[in-house]
């Protein structure tokens, strides 16, 4: 027996419905519901009309015939099937059929492609992330062959430059040890000079061992100035290192870290356990460079590592030179100075010798002198008692009488003797006063010699300790720093 209003195949579609209430239809269904619930025929069912509905209802029947509780419609009777409108047409059917077999067939060819499609687009999208991924790996293995160049150029010029550091420091070690030891060669210079100005007299004089020990003295100390201002430079260009050092560590310590953290983001696996999601991370861009400015920051830190190298050869090529040349400098002005050392003390000594010769003789002449004056002296003594033999004879014969006054022979040999004797006394006397000048002039020219002999002595015993205190100068190795 068939329902009123439905067909067999309809109620197997889907739940049971009644007849005669239908359901509304929905507001929005898919394509398939569409097809299955609203083939050609079932717009007689919404077009029911309640008052055919009442007319079916009132006709008398059995009890049988009636509703039964269960809510199953009752039998329509043959009579009344004439007046329903809810039978399909073969026509209807096989379009029905027909539409349901193509929308199958559609709904499967539409499945089976998108199927296919999400195969391939699975494919391709597996491909492509592989793809990424190896990309991303390969990029990672080429930075970190990049961050190893970089790393292994930083390493070879800090090595360089603590090995320039290290050159520089030691030659400034060598600068200030040769600058310790002129303390010593200034110091025996200057006290050359304030014992020089003991000398006395005449040989206080400004000689060439003065003008040579001024000379050294300036020498000194402007090798001194020379080693002290490049001390200084090499104080600031070891900064100067030193700052670039740093530069070069805290690059290198950070491309180590870099490269740590590419190597562990290279190691990274699907199957890693280290991974997870991290929302929004592609986002945040909290880069700072670009591979241009990133290999320009290390290629700045070498060239400026290599120009404070550049400046660090220069300078320890100019301490060797200046070392070299304030040595050599210094070296000649020293043998200078003793040379003109050597030179007084010769000419003091020849000088000191022949006062001293001179002072012999004329001791020697002292002697002789006092010799002639007491001769001198026993000789005008001797004339005295001649004078008075003659003037008494003279005056003896004054007292002849009258004419024996004559003017004899004797009488003029008597004045003749008395004027003899008093020139001759007159004579003594002027050599006498003469031997005493002569003894004076002798005396005093000893008493300058003693004192030239005294001066020249002393200077000579002056530059004697001048000498004794030069026999020590610093060697040429020590001069230039090694000590």
Known sequence: MEFLGTTQVSSYCGRKKNCLFPDLVPSTTTHDTYQSYYLPGYRHLCSWKPSLLRKVVSVPSSPEKQLSCSGRPLTVLPELRSALHARYSTRDWHHANMVQLKGSETSRYCAGRMNADS??????????????????????????????????????????????????????????????????????????????????????????????????????????????????????????????????????????????????????????????????????????????????????????????????????????????STSEEMWNQFISTNLAFNKRLAEVADVRNKLQAQLAKTLQEIFQTEDTIALLERSIKAKEYPLKVAQTRLEGRTKRPNIELCRDAPQYQLVTEVYTIDDTLQSLKQRLQEAHDTLHMLVLNKSKLEHDISVKTNSFFIDRKCMDMRRVFPSTPRLIGYT
């Open 119 to 324: 195969m391939r687009l699975m494919q391709d999208k597996d491909q492509l992330t592989h793809q990424m991924q190896e990309d991303s790996k390969r990029n990672l293995k080429e930075r970190m062959g990049n961050i190893d160049f970089w790393r292994s150029e930083l390493t070879y010029e800090l090595e360089c430059l603590l090995k320039e550091t290290q050159a520089l420091e030691t030659a400034k070690k060598r600068l200030e040890c040769a600058i310790e030891e002129l303390q010593e060669p200034l110091r025996i210079a200057l006290e050359c000079l304030y014992h020089r100005e003991n000398r006395k007299g005449i040989d206080l004089v400004h000689d060439d061992v003065e003008k040579n020990l001024i000379k050294e003295v300036d020498v000194l100390k402007d090798c001194q100035d020379i080693l002290s201002k490049l001390a200084e430079k090499i104080t600031q260009q070891l900064g100067i290192n030193r700052d670039a050092q740093h530069a070069l560590e805290q690059d290198l310590s950070d491309k180590n870290s870099a490269h740590f953290i590419d190597e562990q983001c290279f190691n990274l696996k699907n199957s890693s356990d280290s991974i997870r999601f991290y929302h929004g991370i592609e986002k945040a861009d909290g880069t700072v460079s670009v591979p241009a400015t990133w290999a320009k920051f290390s290629d700045d830190n070498i060239r400026c590592s290599q120009h404070a190298r550049a400046n660090s050869v220069k300078l320890r090529d100019d301490t060797e030179v200046a070392l070299e």
